[in-house]
């Protein structure tokens, strides 16, 4: 199979979808693999590097479309780059298409064979390529936020932790899967009072076991969600429902009673965002204010911290697109009932059905499918 490797260009998107130790152990398989010229160079991996590894280097993202049969990316194509696409070729990468109706409808139109990391499940009803950068995300949150929380900023000018005497900071953590997780294990070493909130109670029995007295659980209900987000000074937005657009959670009117200068950062952007008040936001203009309530709600937030972003999606994704090269797509999601949860749009068909719901596609089974 011929794999390519394009160049991101999302607005300071620094990851690259294979590291020359990937594409190493493509060639290894007897595959070939083109890289777009510069993919990985902004994080220390230069093109011969990957000619070392056995990488063929283009020109141009369109050489890359032009020549592979499947493309490997990190985030979701871009307008000029799903016009690219052919049916008969496999796109592999984060594509988060339910809050997205436009990419959805490239991508149907498309024809082509469209796997989202974020879909693939494990054996334990797990999701684990998007683990690795939910931890990223979750730890960034609370650095982001702390940060926010300047005054410089638009913050309240509150150190998160507090000092002798001065009490720390009040964050909330909505959900408690791998994002809250992530952001209360933060939160906890900077020293900040942190309550985290989830509707599943062996989450929350969990978190009280690992931290004990160091921090609240609270049972989500709407009265205890409001209660908890106007009280803070910085709010981690980390719901997710597999799939589907975000749940809004933290209503307007919760927002415009928090207190003048409170942050919120939605990691849950990408699927739309789980506040009335998000939108998605990039690194060059990370942050709005609503309210005086200041937001963050950068939609790729691990591309900051791109090389060990990268390093980590790598080690869960090889053994996948390893299966994908040597078997072809369809064996490989025929023999793997978690790759096929992956498959969101194929020949033509949306096949996820919470994306279906989401974007107004008739759902196609795709066991029936393929």
């Known amino acids: 199979m011929k794999i390519g490797v394009p160049k991101e260009i999302k607005n300071h998107e620094y990851r690259v979808g294979m590291t020359p130790a990937a594409v190493h152990e493509l060639c290894g398989h007897g595959h070939n693999v083109c890289v777009e ?25 369109t050489a890359v479309f032009e020549a592979a049969d499947m493309i490997v990316k990190v985030k979701e194509p871009q307008a000029e780059e799903r016009a690219l696409l052919k049916s008969d070729q ?93 952001a209360v294990a933060m939160a906890i070493g900077l020293g900040a009072h942190v309550t985290v909130l989830d509707r599943n109670m062996d989450v929350l029995r969990n978190l009280d076991h690992l931290y004990g007295n160091r921090i609240s659980t609270l ?6 969600l409001e209660e ?11 719901v997710l429902i597999p799939g589907a657009s975000a749940p809004k959670l933290v209503t307007r009117d919760m927002v415009s009673r928090m207190p003048e200068g409170s942050v919120i950062v939605d990691v849950a952007i990408d ?19 609503v309210d005086g309530v ?43 009932p978690h790759l096929r949860n992956g498959l969101n749009v194929f020949q033509g068909k949306v096949t996820f059905r919470e994306v279906a719901e989401s974007t107004g596609y008739e759902f196609a089974d795709p066991e029936d499918l393929l």
Do not use: W
């Not at 699927?271 to 204010?289: I, L, R």
């Open 37 to 61: 010229t510069n993919a990985g160079a902004a994080i220390g991996f230069t093109d011969d590097d990957y000619m070392r590894a056995g990488a063929e280097i283009l020109d141009s993202g």
């Open 228 to 238: 908890a987000v106007i009280e803070s000074d910085l709010v981690i937005g980390g």
């Open 271 to 289: 699927q739309g965002g789980c506040t009335e008040t998000s939108k998605p936001t990039t690194h060059d203009a990370p942050t709005y204010v």
């Open 90 to 182: 496999t796109l592999f990468t984060y594509l988060h298409l339910a809050p997205d109706q436009a990419q959805t409808d490239d991508l149907v139109a498309s024809g082509a064979t469209c796997i989202a990391y974020e879909t693939v499940t494990d054996n334990h009803g797990r999701l684990p390529l998007l683990a690795p950068m939910s931890e990223v995300a979750g730890r960034m949150s609370i650095q982001a936020g702390a940060h926010c929380l300047e005054k410089s900023l638009g913050g309240r000018g509150v150190l998160l932790g507090g000092v002798p005497g001065v009490s720390p900071a009040r964050v909330t953590v909505i959900g408690g899967g791998v994002v809250g997780q992530n």
């Open 219 to 224: 049972f989500s209900t709407a009265a205890t």
């Open 294 to 336: 200041v937001h963050y709600c950068v939609a790729n937030m691990p591309g900051a911290v791109a090389r060990t972003s990268t390093l980590a999606l790598n080690n869960v994704t090889l053994p996948f697109i390893v299966a994908l090269a040597n078997k072809g797509p369809e064996r490989a999601m025929k023999d793997d």
